[in-house]
């Protein structure tokens, strides 16, 4: 396999900030930790470093997802960094991104990009995002950029790996679907969908993440179907993501409630994308480089 997979250590950053002065630690962050991942900000519209002080940019992104804020990484913070220092975590990790790209590759999809870069970082468990996201999250829309997140404890150091194995199909689809602003929440229930059942089919589907397994099959049924499948081709990014992750995790974000439960469209695509797969026997890998309206086009009596 071409693909080359690299960690960036974040146990070794947050060691290296615990030992700076306060006025060090922001910049140490920055530019040791954020700036390896400065092209995907860039995608997304988010400065690496603000033009005003206090500003959004790739710091500020961080911690709205959850993450400590850099002048929260003190000697208090060593029990939780010592978690995710193990040099068997980190190839663990690693280990779930190649083996994802390779299933890829193994089925004969060549990938365009072919250097991948990762961490992991802290969140805090005070954070509000934090208790939306549970304990392990992630972020891997932008290919060749995959950022996990954790609040480490035994049961997240294990199911970190098929987080990342959900946000490595993103990198995949991505590669061969173009991103727009014309974006309907069509694709991103699907984009989601094609994710957590890839991680399902290499991990279990024991495994699958609170985003889908929380929600009862009556409330998919009666609230959220119905209502997404009005909202199929939303490309207002607000909107999408009320659909998305639903009204708690908008109300933190101060955005507008639609009455959805948490992560709704996260759980209607996988219902989805798991449906699809059974009635057409397309595998997962082929799925993932399926454009939406093929998919969407077999799948009209799942409404």
């Known amino acids: 396999m071409n693909v080359n997979v690299t960690a960036i250590r974040s146990d070794k950053i947050y060691r290296k900030m615990i030992a700076a002065s306060?006025?060090?630690?922001?910049?140490?962050?920055?530019?040791?930790?954020?700036?390896?991942?400065?092209?995907?900000?860039?995608?997304?519209?988010?400065?690496?470093?603000?033009?005003?002080?206090?500003?959004?940019?790739?710091?500020?992104?961080?911690v709205m997802g959850g993450s400590y804020h850099?002048?929260?990484?003190?000697?208090?913070?060593?029990?939780?960094?010592?978690?995710?220092?193990?040099?068997?975590?980190?190839?663990?990790?690693?280990?779930?991104?190649?083996?994802?790209?390779?299933?890829?590759?193994k089925k004969?999809?060549?990938?365009?990009?072919?250097?991948?870069?990762?961490?992991?970082?802290?969140?805090?468990?005070?954070?509000?995002?934090?208790?939306?996201?549970?304990?392990?999250?992630?972020?891997?829309?932008?290919?060749?950029?995959?950022?996990?997140?954790i609040i480490p404890n035994e049961k997240?150091?294990?199911?970190?790996?098929?987080?990342?194995?959900?946000?490595?199909?993103?990198n995949v689809r991505w590669q061969f679907m173009q991103w727009s602003p014309k974006i309907s929440l069509a694709d991103m229930i699907v984009s989601e969908g094609l994710a957590e059942n890839f991680?399902?089919?290499?991990?279990?589907?024991?495994?699958?993440?609170?985003?889908?397994?929380?929600?009862s099959k009556e409330v998919l049924k009666n609230r959220i179907k119905p209502e997404i499948k009005k909202n199929l081709y939303e490309e207002d990014f607000q909107k999408i993501s009320a659909y998305l992750y639903g009204d708690d995790i908008m109300k933190i974000r101060g955005a507008e409630a639609v009455g959805m439960p948490y992560c709704a469209g996260y759980a209607?695509?996988?219902?989805?994308?798991?449906?699809?797969?059974?009635?057409t026997g397309t595998s997962i890998y082929h799925a993932t480089i399926t454009p939406t309206a093929e998919i969407m086009s077999e799948m009209k009596d799942f409404w």
């Open 199 to 215: 991680a399902a089919n290499m991990f279990g589907e024991d495994k699958v993440g609170i985003w889908v397994k929380n929600t």
């Open 156 to 170: 997240s150091l294990k199911m970190l790996p098929v987080a990342l194995a959900h946000e490595t199909n993103h």
């Open 22 to 62: 306060d006025a060090e630690r922001e910049d140490i962050y920055r530019y040791e930790l954020m700036k390896p991942f400065e092209f995907k900000w860039q995608c997304i519209g988010v400065p690496l470093k603000a033009d005003q002080e206090g500003g959004y940019d790739a710091v500020a992104a961080s």
């Open 268 to 279: 209607c695509g996988y219902e989805l994308v798991k449906q699809y797969l059974k009635k």
């Open 108 to 149: 004969g999809i060549n990938l365009t990009v072919q250097n991948y870069i990762f961490t992991i970082l802290l969140n805090d468990p005070k954070h509000p995002m934090s208790k939306m996201t549970g304990d392990y999250c992630g972020d891997g829309g932008i290919p060749g950029f995959i950022i996990g997140t």
């Open 70 to 105: 850099p002048s929260q990484i003190i000697v208090q913070r060593c029990e939780e960094i010592e978690k995710i220092s193990a040099d068997s975590f980190w190839e663990v990790c690693q280990r779930s991104i190649q083996d994802s790209l390779g299933a890829f590759e």
